[in-house]
């Protein structure tokens, strides 16, 4: 038996798959193969990945997978022709989004296009109110007109979304029925059936951007089913969402949308998986890639999420809302591939522009002449000139030089100087990025441990964590392909969210447990249609509450069952304490609910991982080699090379030292000590010893 | 002399600076109480030097930039040194003390300070809604004297040593309308600027403080190069621009432009207005730091170093720096009409940044009554977005905030109606003629509320309803801002200055912003474009014969 996850990236489709023994039901072993991405037939990449593992897809009882097909076919612009159905009135929702104007002096701004233009946007006249109540009944009179010029356009997708919607959702309900009874040929989305969230435009924009990629998703998620059967794939398979779970394919096809982040979203929680392995809570997830750094912050075991998520928004544009639940992730433009550069005022600044796959850093040797932060990783020799990618490449040492070179004249430092600057300014941005998610909101980074991943999360890892005082880092192994081990580990899960006004006082009971009840009950039928018995079901209630009058909101986790009169004072106190947490002060003004948030998970039988075995090997026979590292203020010592695949459980050794395997490289600074753990996973003490 | 400082620690303490900032920033933006900060984000952050010189900033609005030094400055004039310590907190909404705008603008700040040297100071601007005055919302067409527009805090203290002073906070609070907002918006300043506080003290501990004051100078150093590179681009000489209020009187600039030196001169101008049409000396600057700003470089740099080469003159007694006790209520209105002109005066000297002109109001809209379904009071404050104007780039952008605004949003129909108990009929673009060229002006919009609620009330103040955005190269002006009241009756009022006008539920007020002034002629319009036009309903066939000469 086997359990498989793919991820599709932008370079590469990876896999990992763990041996099951059938009758201890423990993963045997954890093995990846990697093959490079195949657009636009996905699949195949796949399947190429499939076969250079040598598993038989037959014997395969779990099958996760993780994409960018729908993000790629967003910011490539190659969804499928889309119209819209709204409310009379509000066509121009779309185009006029908020009125917003990141980029300040800048007269001659655009705003981002709609991804409907103006005539595939229609208007129905109907009405409800927020309360839900119809005030106005809906009118199809012109609807076959509609319909008529949507096929003359060769619409292929149609959007749905009516004002408060999310209150009532009979209109669009109807609508939609009507659609798919007289002209089948059409996709559909409606937006509630996205989120019952208000806010016309972000809501609008979210099922415009759903029916966008409705077919392609479609078309895509059917291809990959029919290969898999073709292999004989017995299973049920599942695709990585953007809210840290699983879902069906059947589920993912009627929203795709929600897989928008699903590779991001699967290091998350894989962090927090780990976490749970070995006995540890509260964690700090950091992904350094090629092009940018993303990190997150799971409290408690739980992974965050929040519906406020944008895309293509930067300091110059406005970008498009996405009003899903997707894991809450700071992403900033700093990664491996990110160019230094100096300014007119000789400053040195890194990133956001990356020298991506090609031409690449300088020392890939494949034209590239923008010094990296890759290239001063090397320089400092922190990266083994002579192992560079797993010895597949020779790192072009001669030309880092003589680029580094030309910076440090600008900037009048010495090249090494120059090196280590880079370095510094490439971790000042990450921590800034880390303060948001920590400190920013209360937490104090001293009781998290950092859990770094990706290629270049063990590079930096160590010198954030002493920056922001975080005691303990955490480099997982396969931490280059974690993505798609968090996807092994992950559960069905599936969010409910409904904007719903109550105040937090006693007349106001009734209707939240009556609200979220009828949620579960939502939920349990959501969850039949597959055939997942609601005993495998466990729910968590999430509230957003805030001081009535305010509009952002804390979300507060509640207790199940029936609340009372106790249960309210007790959620309330909770409310005020997260609060006060979060903006150092709280008020006796009095508290509303505004959204109610349930989060259904449906288990799924993972298998226990085996620790790695020891064979007796002293740590030293680990050690492969030694060579100078620069360690910056610290200066260039003399730091032993550890061979990351021969390191065994309970192994200890002291910093300056740098572990390696084919793609990963660990910075272990000097004062600094390494443990590694039951299943060879590196804890790093950052603390420095007296 | 103190050891050479690294370049890149400096480079770090620079971009900490404003990471602490946009820390300030989002600790406002979540914790107010009024959607005049959280969704308009009429507030803004900063941190300054010991002396009060802006070192960074975090805006919503470009116009927030640069104005929290004046409060700083203010404090460090009225207070001694001995006064100022750890901890302390003060305010001030007064315009004609560091107060820059109007009275519901209260700017708070405190000092921070490393062992026992103050080395900076940390800083919030926001409009809270209601500090009394004559009208709710303290904004009126009708007063003539600053007592009549609320509440005056000139430069107090708030906190003393971390103990709130209890009895000027009640004094405060007792003083609004809405008091749990004013009390909420207060809590969420001092957050913002105790988090700042924090952040800065231990950027100053990490590194020294010779250190960080040096990289703070050095800063400043740097934003001001780097407008002087900027001036040196732009062709010297003096330029004269002139335009007309709404109420046919005539505004002037001259602008002077050397290599070291960008000199507004607004002598000549409109002696103060007996109503609130006024703005201070201090808001005046700030119109031309935005257009100095917009014709030099679009960076985000802006600290006082940024704005050295900018002197701007103005005569006492003008509108656009009034005497003591003149109404200042609706001094955005005057700001942006002196800040469009000088842009109009010198966009043209740079012509990668060159655009006609744009809806230039706020369209500052307010309206209050009861909530039908919760009989609890509601106000809205809200400005209105417009057209903007097109340039040899393109056509203009459509429906966004004026330039005094950046990253605000408005506010979704949906919560509208929640809130404030009423119906948003439509809202979309402007149909109307204005702003055709070779490229279009961007659209206005066209926005319906219907009151359901029987005490309610509407004011507004825009400009630019009788002199239309301006055209370039033979495009034509853009179109006006006003609003009609659509009475039950359908007998229709039109206004683009009223003052608590009653309104019955079942009346309509529908507000119409201008369309941007269009750039060269229509007849020289792309005939794709004025296909895709007609395709996408922007122009009518008669629209597009009439002034395109398009003939299909």
Redesign the interface.
């Known amino acids: 038996m086997i359990r498989v996850a793919t991820d599709v990236g932008g370079t590469f489709t990876d896999l990992v798959y763990f041996e099951i023994d059938e009758k201890t039901k423990k993963a045997k072993k954890i093995s990846n193969a990697k093959s490079d991405t195949t657009p636009p037939n996905y699949e195949q990449g796949v399947f190429k990945a499939i076969k250079k593992s040598g598993i038989s897809i037959s014997e395969a009882i779990f099958f996760a997978h993780g994409t960018t097909v729908i993000i790629n076919s967003i910011t490539e612009r190659k969804g499928s022709v889309t119209g819209l159905i709204t409310t ?6 779309l ?17 981002p296009k709609p991804f409907i ?3 595939l946007r229609t208007e129905v006249p109907g ?1 409800m ?3 839900g109540k119809e005030i106005e009944k809906l009118q199809l009179n012109d609807l076959k007109k509609i319909i008529k010029s949507f096929k003359s356009h060769n619409v292929k997708s149609i959007a749905i979304c009516l ?2 919607s ?1 209150a009532n959702p009979k209109h669009e309900q109807v609508l939609a029925k009507k659609i798919k009874q007289q002209w089948p040929e059409f996709e559909i989305v409606t937006s509630s059936e996205l989120t019952r969230e ?5 809501r609008t924009n979210t099922t415009a951007l759903c029916a966008y990629v409705k077919p392609i998703a479609k078309n895509y998620l059917d291809n990959l089913f029919i290969e898999l059967k073709k292999y004989k794939f017995k299973g049920n398979p599942y695709v990585m969402q953007s809210n840290g779970g699983i879902d069906t394919f059947e589920s993912t096809k009627k929203t795709p949308l929600t897989i928008i982040e699903s590779g991001p979203t699967s290091g998350v929680l894989g962090a927090a998986e780990i976490g749970k392995l070995i006995g540890v809570k509260d964690i700090i997830a950091l992904d350094i890639g090629g092009t940018t750094a993303k990190c997150s912050l799971i409290e408690d075991g739980n992974v965050k999420i929040n519906t406020n998520y944008w895309i293509e928004k930067n ?1 110059t544009s406005a970008g498009y809302p996405v009003m899903l639940p997707v894991v809450d992730i700071v992403e900033i433009g700093n990664g491996g591939g990110s160019i230094a550069w100096v300014d ?6 890194v990133g956001p522009q990356s020298a991506g796959a090609s031409p690449g850093p300088v020392s890939y040797g494949k034209g590239g002449n923008s010094i990296t932060t890759t290239d001063a990783n090397l320089y400092t020799k922190r990266i083994n000139p002579s192992y560079f990618c797993g010895g597949e490449v020779n790192a072009d040492i001669k030309s880092v030089d003589k680029h580094i070179s030309t910076l440090s004249k600008k ?3 010495t090249k090494i ?1 120059t090196a ?2 880079i370095i ?2 490439a971790n ?2 990450m921590t ?1 990025a880390l ?2 998610i920590s400190v ?1 909101k209360g937490h104090d980074p001293r009781d998290f441990t950092l859990v770094a991943f990706g290629g270049g999360g063990g590079m930096h890892a160590t010198s954030l964590a002493m920056e922001l005082n975080i005691p303990n880092v955490i480099i997982p192994i396969n931490s280059a392909v974690f993505s798609a081990w968090g996807m092994l580990m992950s559960d069905l899960r599936r969010d409910f969210i409904l904007t719903k ?1 109550n105040k937090m006082d006693i007349d106001s009971l009734g209707s939240i447990n009556e609200t979220f009840k009828k949620m579960e009950t939502k939920a349990i039928s959501n969850f039949k249609k597959e055939k997942i018995h609601k005993n495998l079901i466990q729910f968590q209630r999430y509230a957003s509450l805030r ?6 909101s804390v979300e507060v986790l509640l207790p199940s069952g029936t609340y009372d009169k106790k249960e309210l004072n007790k959620i309330l106190i909770s409310f005020h304490k997260q609060y006060e947490k ?4 709280s ?1 006796d ?1 009095p508290v509303e609910l505004i959204q109610f948030h349930l989060v259904a998970v449906a288990k799924i039988e993972k298998p226990k991982l085996e620790k790695r075995k020891k064979t007796g090997r002293e740590v030293r026979e680990a050690i492969k080699s030694k060579r100078k590292v620069d360690f910056d203020q610290l200066g260039e010592r003399i730091s032993d090379i550890y061979d990351f695949d021969k390191l065994e459980p309970n192994m200890v050794f002291n910093g300056p030292a740098i572990v390696e395997d084919s793609s990963t490289t660990v910075v272990v600074f000097p004062g600094q000590r390494c443990k590694v753990d039951d299943y060879a996973n590196l804890h790093i003490n950052t603390q420095k010893k007296k | 002399m103190a050891k050479k400082i ?3 620690t400096v ?2 303490i620079q ?2 600076l404003q ?1 602490a900032c946009d ?1 300030m920033f ?2 406002m ?7 005049i900060i ?2 308009v984000l009429d507030f803004g952050t900063a941190v300054t030097d010991s002396n009060g010189n802006i070192a960074a900033s975090g ?1 919503g609005i ?1 116009a927030f ?1 640069a104005m929290c030094d004046k409060a700083v400055q203010a404090v460090l004039k009225k207070f001694d040194d001995k006064d100022i310590n750890p901890g302390d907190i003060f305010a001030t909404n007064d315009p004609y003390n560091g107060g820059v705008t109007h009275l519901n603008d209260v700017i708070v700040v405190m000092p921070v300070f490393s062992g026992k040297k103050r080395i900076a100071w940390t800083a919030n601007i926001a409009h809270w809604p209601d500090l009394g005055g004559m009208a709710p919302g303290g904004i009126s067409a009708d007063a003539t004297e600053i007592f009549q527009e609320g509440l005056q805090l000139p430069v107090i203290k708030l906190f003393n040593q971390g103990k709130p002073i209890q009895s000027v906070i009640d004094i405060i609070i007792s003083n609004s309308r809405v008091p ?2 004013t ?2 918006d207060m ?2 300043a ?2 913002s600027i ?2 700042g506080e924090k952040r800065i003290k231990d950027i100053s501990e990490k590194y020294g403080r010779d250190t960080f004051e040096k990289s703070v100078d050095l800063f400043m150093e ?1 934003g001001e ?2 407008s002087l ?1 900027s001036l040196k681009k732009l062709k010297n000489g003096t330029y004269y621009g002139e335009d007309y209020l709404d109420n046919g009187k005539k505004i002037q600039v001259k602008v002077t432009i050397t290599n070291k030196e960008f000199i507004v001169d607004l002598r000549n101008n409109p002696v103060q207005d007996t109503g609130p049409n006024n703005a201070s000396y201090d808001g005046t600057v700030v119109s031309a730091q ?1 257009a100095f ?2 014709v030099t ?2 960076d ?1 740099i802006c600290n006082a170093g940024t704005f050295r080469p900018l002197k701007v003159i103005c005569d006492e007694g003008s509108m656009f720096n009034p005497i003591r006790p003149a109404a200042q209520g609706i001094y955005y209105e005057t700001d942006i009409r002196s800040y469009d002109l000088i ?1 109009k005066t010198i ?1 043209h000297l740079n012509p990668d ?1 060159s ?1 006609a002109g ?1 809806f230039a109001s706020i369209c500052g809209t307010f309206m209050g009554g009861t909530h039908p ?1 919760t009989n609890e009071p509601f106000i809205i404050i809200e400005p209105q ?1 417009g057209g ?2 097109a ?1 040899a ?2 056509d203009g ?5 004026s ?1 005094f ?6 506010t ?4 509208h ?2 809130r404030h108990g009423l ?7 402007n149909n109307q003629e204005g702003g055709e060229g070779k490229f279009n002006g961007g659209k206005g ?1 066209i926005m ?1 509320y219907r009151v359901r609620s029987k005490n309610a009330w509407v004011s507004v103040a825009y400009t630019r309803s009788k002199t239309l955005p301006w055209s370039l190269n033979k495009g034509r002006e853009g179109s006006a801002n006003y609003i009609e009241v659509i009475r039950k009756n359908k007998k229709i009022e039109k206004y683009s200055v009223v003052t608590g006008l009653g309104l019955e539920p079942g009346d309509i007020v529908r507000i119409y912003t201008g369309n941007g002034g269009g750039f060269g002629d229509p007849k020289k319009r792309n005939k794709e474009m004025i296909k895709s036009d007609l ?4 122009i009518t066939k008669e629209q597009a014969k009439k002034y395109y000469g398009y003939k299909k």
């Open positions: 009379k009135g509000f066509r121009d929702s185009e006029i989004a908020r009125g917003d104007r990141p980029d300040f002096f800048n007269l001659r701004y655009k705003k233009p103006r005539y009405r109110d927020f309360l004002l408060h999310y208000w806010r016309e435009y972000e300091r007119d005022y000789k400053k040195l600044h900037l009048k430092l100087e280590r600057g510094r300014i000042n941005n800034n303060k948001l920013n006004l001081y009535l009058g305010q509009d952002h979060e903006f150092t002060y008020l003004n | 690294d370049p890149i480079e770090i971009s900490s990471a820390e989002i600790a933006r979540k914790t107010a109480m009024s959607s959280y969704e805006a470009p930039i749990q907002y009390k909420g809590w969420a001092i957050a105790r988090v740097y190069n780097s590179d935005m700003k917009g470089s679009s985000f842009w966009s940044k655009t744009s379904d977005i903007w104007g340039s780039a393109g952008m459509s429906a966004n905030f330039a605004h950046g990253d605000t949003f408005n979704p129909a949906e919560i109606e929640a119906y948003v009929n439509q809202m979309r673009l919009i319906d395709l996408n309903q922007y």
